[in-house]
């Protein structure tokens, strides 16, 4: 039977209005907790029974804020990470990783197979109405809480697939064989990919929708990461190519860096990508004026530089970094006295707590400290200890067998011992393995050159803990009386290597006044 049209009308009315109302009811459905995004969803196949968040709150913190969910019988999981803001985090499923994007309001369906992460993740609103007529009857009528849920299970969808195009594509990475490139094939390259990459982005801006917050953070990311590569690509390239010197670069190869908005760009502060480039741009210029990373006074150079050229925020983080690269090189005078600045500076003490405490941490590893002792039992089971080599140049190798890039080093390790043979120098490689088997076969067969130790409970260990170990392969250099000279040499891959060690005899305890200047001038 035909409805009338005067009641076809009402009836349809009255069914859209209907479901208006659901829909304002459920975009109106408060978090579980104010300022809080929500991650619900289902694993598929799962590995592992738990899915985490990991968040760093501040940029000077190498410890992770993280946000824990188990996986029900099902695989399904709910959490909730409280949030002052907009920010980057990871989604943590076993070892796999993959980005996001979060804020207070974001709330998102989550899915992946357990075995491949990256590769699978996919997004979705809750409680926005889906399906193409769904859509066309509700896009002008979705509650100010829907839309915003859109938008960021927009964004995340943007980065799983940014991710899958760019990322995990080796050829649009800066990578070993197109390091090797001269100047105009690298250029060449690095506008190839961030043109494609500009496109990608502004594809998906036109074509959904975006926060300006994400929309901000994305252009930033393509930005500024094209921008660090391009500025240290002649210090890279140095490295990695042995048979040659370093590159002199055109003269307009740097004319990228007189764009005032690549350095004064408010939108981008909290992206990581542009704080490494602000440092990295510091660095350019304390070489331009001739000051190296190796002479005394560099980082002061690099801090009063810093101070001069960059205002508000930016000033701060890039001073910050400055003074945790000082930390992590060992100069603590002078990281002593530019933290006494930084602390006027810093008058909120927004990143001053977190720079307190590292300093805190390298200072007892700085240039100048007695190096923390051990004893230890070689592969061949003798008993030996650290101080026992007082008298001699030490370089001083943790690493791991099951490590690829300390694998890696080994032959390099062999080379710096044939060329030392016979100098008033030892090369002493703590192994943080957690099984003794493997250490001792592999030191035993390849007949390792220098003294083999193994600190038993690998990176959890006393010793470790010591030398405020975070990752292997780490190197330290000490001077004749057994105190640090670099806390960060030249790795053993390095052709720089052999000239610093060459350079190292007979300096023990040059630094040792810095060391007795600490006591009245630390972080307070």
């Not at 709330?107 to 990256?118: E, H, M, S, Y």
């Not at 983080?317 to 006494?340: D, K």
């Not at 006027?344 to 700085?366: E, G, Q, V």
Request: hydrophobic fraction near 40%.
């Amino acid at each position: 039977m035909k409805l009338p049209f005067t009641c076809l009308v009402t009836w349809v009315l009255c069914w859209a209005l209907a479901l208006s109302a659901q829909a304002q009811s459920a975009g109106a459905r408060p978090a579980d907790v104010a300022g809080a995004a929500i991650l619900t969803g289902r694993v598929t196949n799962p590995t592992t029974d738990t899915v985490a968040v990991s968040i760093r709150d501040s940029p000077f913190d190498a410890k992770e804020r993280i946000s824990y969910a188990r996986l029900n019988e099902k695989g399904e999981f709910r959490l909730s990470v409280l949030l002052s803001g907009s920010t980057k985090a990871d989604l943590v499923y076993g070892d796999a990783v993959a980005d996001l994007f979060l804020d207070p309001g974001t709330d998102l369906d989550v899915r992946f197979k357990g075995d491949d992460l990256p590769g699978t993740v996919k997004f979705k609103a809750n409680d926005v109405p889906t399906g193409f007529a769904t859509k066309l009857r509700n896009n002008a009528n979705l509650t100010d809480a829907q839309r915003h849920r859109q938008q960021m299970a927009n964004a995340n969808s943007y980065l799983a697939e940014f991710d899958e195009q760019f990322v995990s594509n080796d050829g649009f990475q800066v990578l070993p064989d197109n390091i090797q490139l001269y100047e105009a094939p690298f250029v060449s390259f690095l506008d190839y990919r961030i043109k494609h990459e500009q496109n990608f982005l502004e594809d998906r801006a036109a074509r959904q929708s975006f926060t300006i917050d994400f929309y901000n953070y994305a252009k930033a990311e393509i930005t500024y990461s094209n921008a660090n590569d391009r500025l240290t690509f002649p210090d890279l390239r140095e490295q990695v190519v042995s048979t040659e010197g370093r590159l002199t670069m055109t003269p307009g190869y740097y004319d990228f860096l007189r764009d005032p908005n690549l350095l004064n760009d408010q939108t981008a502060i909290s992206n990581e990508q542009f704080q490494e480039f602000l440092l990295n741009y510091v660095h350019y210029m304390a070489a331009q004026q001739k000051h190296l990373r190796t002479d005394p006074d560099f980082y002061p150079f690099c801090y009063s530089l810093a101070s001069k050229r960059l205002n508000g925020t930016m000033k701060l983080l890039t001073l910050g970094r400055i003074l945790q690269e000082s930390f992590r090189f060992g100069h603590v005078r002078q990281s002593s006295a530019m933290l006494a600045d930084f602390r006027n500076l810093d008058s909120r003490k927004r990143f001053l707590p977190a720079l307190d405490s590292d300093f805190s941490k390298h200072k007892a590893l700085a240039i100048g400290a007695q190096a923390p002792d051990f004893r230890l039992l070689t592969a061949a089971g003798d008993s030996v200890r650290l101080s026992s080599f007082q008298g001699k140049l030490v370089y001083l190798n943790f690493w791991k067998s099951t490590n690829g890039l300390c694998l890696r080093d080994l032959a390099y390790a062999q080379d710096l011992n044939k060329r030392f043979e016979g100098k008033n120098i030892v090369f002493v490689n703590v192994a943080l393995d957690e099984l003794e088997a493997p250490w001792k076969q592999l030191v035993t067969i390849k007949k390792l050159p220098g003294v083999h130790v193994r600190a038993m409970g690998g990176m959890r260990s006393e010793i470790a803990k010591a030398y405020n170990l975070t990752e292997v392969p780490t190197y330290f250099l000490l001077g004749e009386d057994g105190t640090i000279l670099n806390p960060k040499p030249k790795r053993m891959s390095s052709r720089a290597a052999v000239d610093e060690i060459n350079q190292s005899f007979g300096k023990a305890g040059i630094y040792s006044a810095a060391v007795s200047q600490l006591s009245g001038s630390g972080a307070k």
